[in-house]
C-alpha cells in the first residue's frame, strides 16, 4: 500500500513538475497596424496655402507621410496589453525617428513640380525654383489602426 502510495504520490509531482514548467498559458503576443498620416500644414508664406491639397499629396509621394507599418511583439511572461504596449513603444520610436529626419523645402518642391508639371506650366512656372515654396510646418500623427487611437502627433518644421 505505501509503495502504491509513494508511486501514487510521484506521479503526481512529476505532472505537476510539468505543468510548472509549462508557459504556454503565460506567452501573449501582438502585431498591430500603424498609419502615419498628416494633419495639416502651417505655412510661413499664406501664398503657398493655393496649393496645400498638392504640398500634402507631394509628402505622400516621398514616403514621409501617409503609410502604414506594423510592429510585433511576444512577451513570455504577461498578458497580451504587455505585448500591444511594447509593439506601441517600437512604433512611437520607429515614428519619432523618421519624423527626425524630415525632407527639405527642395524635395517638397521638386516632388510636388514633378507631380504636378503641367499644371505649374500652364501658371508660367517651368522648375521647382519657381513655385516659391517658404518653409512650412508639417503637423503629423501616429495612429494605431489595429486600436483606432493616437500614439503620438508630432510638428516638423520643413526648411
Same mark, same amino acid.
Given at each position: 500500500m505505501k509503495k502504491n502510495l509513494a508511486l501514487i504520490t510521484a506521479?503526481?509531482?512529476l505532472a505537476a513538475g510539468f505543468t510548472a514548467c509549462d508557459d504556454t498559458e503565460n506567452h501573449a503576443e501582438a502585431t498591430t497596424t500603424y498609419y502615419v498620416g498628416t494633419d495639416s500644414i502651417s505655412y510661413s508664406d499664406p501664398l503657398n496655402a493655393e496649393y496645400d491639397s $498638392?504640398?500634402?499629396?507631394?509628402f505622400d509621394s516621398l514616403g514621409f507621410t501617409s503609410y502604414y507599418f506594423e510592429e510585433h511583439a511576444e512577451v513570455e511572461m504577461g498578458v497580451i496589453a504587455n505585448a500591444i504596449a511594447i509593439c506601441n513603444s517600437k512604433a512611437?520610436?520607429?515614428y519619432l525617428n523618421s519624423m527626425a529626419s524630415p525632407v527639405t523645402l527642395q524635395q517638397v518642391a521638386t516632388? $510636388?513640380?514633378k507631380?504636378?508639371?503641367?499644371?505649374?506650366n500652364t501658371k508660367g512656372i517651368n522648375t521647382p525654383a519657381d513655385i516659391n515654396l517658404k518653409p512650412m510646418t508639417i503637423h503629423t500623427f501616429l495612429w494605431c489602426d489595429s486600436y483606432n487611437s493616437y500614439l503620438n502627433k508630432k510638428s516638423v518644421p520643413i526648411n
Open positions: 506521479i503526481l509531482c $498638392l504640398i500634402i499629396n507631394a512611437d520610436k520607429k516632388q $510636388l513640380y507631380d504636378n508639371t503641367e499644371l505649374f
